[in-house]
């Protein structure tokens, strides 16, 4: 069977939805969807975590790996610049899981939607045949001027991101190495990844930040998909992508490229910008003083809409390969 084209088929479902949507709102195409409320916005996402496709029963923990469901769906706030509300979890649950994991599955997805101020407001279960499912939907609010789209980058924008990029994909590979010491940073990134919430509600705050995204699927996936929401081709400087010392180890004894394995590497759930060039050295001032850590430039946004481009020390190479995506990642 061809794998599924995950791009292909959501620009599918959005061009059927599209005639649908009410005018003023944001439909599909975008991390979360938009409703107009009073003088803000209503925020709104839902996230499938799917066993043996995004998470292995091994790797964790039952209460890991439903707080992980939770996080993952929460960045998708943070990628609007919202605030959360709370959660809606439906699960999907095999007959046969050991006695107490239910429970502790459940008590993972309190635990981490209460930590992340997003209370679990109800949901719905059911029995299943096949793995573990887990449908999470967001809930966000914002002000009406903060919240950033995909699709407002524009040519010459410098593309930035908040944290090193990598180390998800480090843990993913540990994890599926069978060699995962619990305390590892890279273990720790896949399975508790940190949505940037406060980092979005900021950006999002910011006139010259014009377009926002969370990276789920890779630097690799994501840029050219912001890109393309604003009708801008790209170009990444991959020897500015920030990397983690753990993950490029990971990454060489796996035989790769460091510096492409953090370009392709998935899961890490920092946000992605498109700043107005004149504008992004003060910000990038900013945001270190404010957050402790850089925001660092990783490539831009170009004029023709074709163009795809990565350079590296100052020379032209491939556009870096994805190293995971969803329905034929190396997450299986
Ligand atoms: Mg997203």
């Given at each position: 069977?061809?794998?599924?084209?995950?791009?292909a088929l959501l620009r599918r479902a959005a061009r059927l939805?599209?005639?649908?949507?009410?005018?003023?709102?944001?439909?599909?195409?975008?991390?979360?969807?938009?409703?107009?409320?009073?003088?803000?916005?209503?925020?709104?996402?839902?996230?499938?975590?799917?066993?043996?496709?995004?998470?292995?029963?091994?790797?964790?923990?039952?209460?890991?790996?439903?707080?992980?469901?939770?996080?993952?769906?929460?960045?998708?706030?943070?990628?609007?610049?919202?605030?959360?509300?709370?959660?809606?979890?439906?699960?999907?649950?095999?007959?046969?899981?050991?006695?107490?994991?239910?429970?502790?599955?459940?008590?993972?997805?309190?635990?981490?939607?209460?930590?992340?101020?997003?209370?679990?407001?109800?949901?719905?279960?059911?029995?299943?045949?096949?793995?573990?499912?887990?449908?999470?939907?967001?809930?966000?609010?914002?002000?009406?001027?903060?919240?950033?789209?995909?699709?407002?980058?524009?040519?010459?924008?410098?593309?930035?991101?908040?944290?090193?990029?990598?180390?998800?994909?480090?843990?993913?590979?540990?994890?599926?190495?069978?060699?995962?010491?619990?305390?590892?940073?890279?273990?720790?990134?896949?399975?508790?990844?940190?949505?940037?919430?406060?980092?979005?509600?900021?950006?999002?705050?910011?006139?010259?930040?014009?377009?926002?995204?969370?990276?789920?699927?890779?630097?690799?996936?994501?840029?050219?998909?912001?890109?393309?929401?604003?009708?801008?081709?790209?170009?990444?400087?991959?020897?500015?992508?920030?990397?983690?010392?753990?993950?490029?180890?990971?990454?060489?004894?796996?035989?790769?490229?460091?510096?492409?394995?953090?370009?392709?590497?998935?899961?890490?759930?920092?946000?992605?910008?498109?700043?107005?060039?004149?504008?992004?050295?003060?910000?990038?001032?900013?945001?270190?003083?404010?957050?402790?850590?850089?925001?660092?430039?990783?490539?831009?946004?170009?004029?023709?809409?074709?163009?795809?481009?990565?350079?590296?020390?100052?020379?032209?190479?491939?556009?870096?390969?994805?190293?995971?995506?969803?329905?034929?990642?190396?997450?299986?």
């Amino acid at each position: 069977m061809p794998p599924l084209d995950e791009d292909a088929l959501l620009r599918r479902a959005a061009r059927l939805a599209a005639g649908d949507i009410p005018a003023g709102w944001v439909g599909p195409g975008d991390d979360a969807a938009l409703v107009p409320r009073g003088d803000g916005w209503l925020v709104v996402s839902t996230d499938l975590s799917v066993e043996g496709t995004h998470f292995r029963r091994e790797w964790a923990s039952p209460r890991v790996l439903g707080g992980r469901a939770v996080r993952v769906a929460i960045s998708d706030l943070a990628a609007m610049g919202a605030d959360p509300l709370g959660v809606l979890v439906s699960a999907a649950l095999p007959a046969d899981l050991p006695e107490g994991f239910a429970e502790e599955l459940i008590a993972g997805i309190e635990e981490a939607a209460g930590t992340l101020g997003a209370p679990l407001l109800g949901g719905d279960l059911a029995g299943t045949a096949m793995g573990i499912v887990l449908d999470v939907t967001v809930l966000g609010e914002a002000p009406r001027e903060r919240v950033r789209l995909r699709s407002g980058g524009r040519s010459g924008d410098v593309l930035a991101v908040t944290g090193s990029l990598g180390l998800a994909r480090a843990g993913l590979h540990l994890l599926e190495a069978g060699r995962a010491p619990a305390e590892a940073a890279a273990v720790r990134r896949f399975l508790v990844p940190e949505p940037r919430l406060a980092e979005g509600r900021w950006l999002a705050g910011r006139p010259e930040v014009r377009a926002m995204m969370d990276l789920s699927d890779g630097l690799a996936v994501d840029a050219p998909r912001l890109a393309a929401a604003s009708g801008c081709g790209v170009v990444l400087e991959l020897d500015h992508v920030p990397r983690n010392p753990e993950a490029d180890i990971v990454a060489r004894e796996a035989g790769e490229d460091p510096v492409l394995f953090a370009a392709a590497g998935g899961e890490d759930y920092e946000l992605l910008v498109a700043v107005e060039p004149g504008a992004f050295e003060a910000l990038a001032g900013a945001f270190v003083r404010e957050f402790g850590r850089p925001l660092s430039p990783v490539g831009r946004l170009l004029e023709d809409p074709a163009r795809r481009e990565a350079v590296r020390n100052g020379v032209p190479v491939a556009f870096p390969a994805p190293g995971f995506t969803h329905f034929r990642g190396e997450g299986g």
